[in-house]
């Protein structure tokens, strides 16, 4: 009883997480925003028994890449920024409340036509969770998707480096 409780909790702060991430005003503090919102989807990884993509998601997220994302925060000097106009909550209310209409809708429909996801057991989710079995479908199955995925992020490492470089000259 305490996972499925633990998971939705983790998921209402996560999305407000989310929320405070895009009303932020403040640069920094929408990362940091972000880092929540990261560490709870971690913690929603390991409520479904994906410790190894948990794990990985803190890492490689909420560490390396928002550390990456603070360097260019800071070094694109983002508080010089123009003020932003005042919110209107009334457009945010509505879209609120679109959204749970559409999701109302969207569940009617897949209760309609039983496109329901059939729950697996723990046993069958750690095994499909864990690091020997993703490296295999990583390796075998995807190998030419994480080839792309790598020459595409080369290529931008370049580009930024390219403009950084520019810049300062």
């Not at 305490?2 to 403040?26: D, H, K, Q, Y």
């Not at 803190?58 to 123009?82: H, K």
């Not at 998707?145 to 930024?160: D, F, N, P, R, S």
């Amino acid at each position: 009883m305490a996972a499925p409780s633990m998971f939705f909790l983790l998921a209402t702060v996560a999305v407000a997480a989310a929320l405070g991430m895009i009303i932020a005003r403040n640069p920094v503090s929408s990362a940091l925003w972000l880092v929540l919102n990261l560490f709870c989807i971690a913690g929603l990884y390991l409520t479904l028994n994906a410790s190894f993509i948990g794990v990985i998601q803190i890492l490689v997220y909420a560490g390396a890449i928002m550390v990456l994302f603070l360097f260019v925060i800071m070094l694109l000097n983002l508080s010089a920024l123009p003020e932003l106009e005042e919110i209107e909550w009334t457009s945010i209310g509505g879209f609120a409340v679109g959204l749970v209409l559409l999701s109302q809708l969207l569940y009617v429909v897949a209760l309609q036509f039983e496109l329901g996801v059939d729950p697996i057991g723990a046993e069958a989710a750690a095994e499909a969770g864990s690091a020997a079995s993703l490296g295999e479908i990583l390796f075998t199955r995807y190998a030419l998707h994480l080839q792309v995925a790598g020459i595409l992020l080369l290529a931008a490492t370049v580009g930024a480096v390219l403009l950084a470089q520019r810049r300062f000259q």
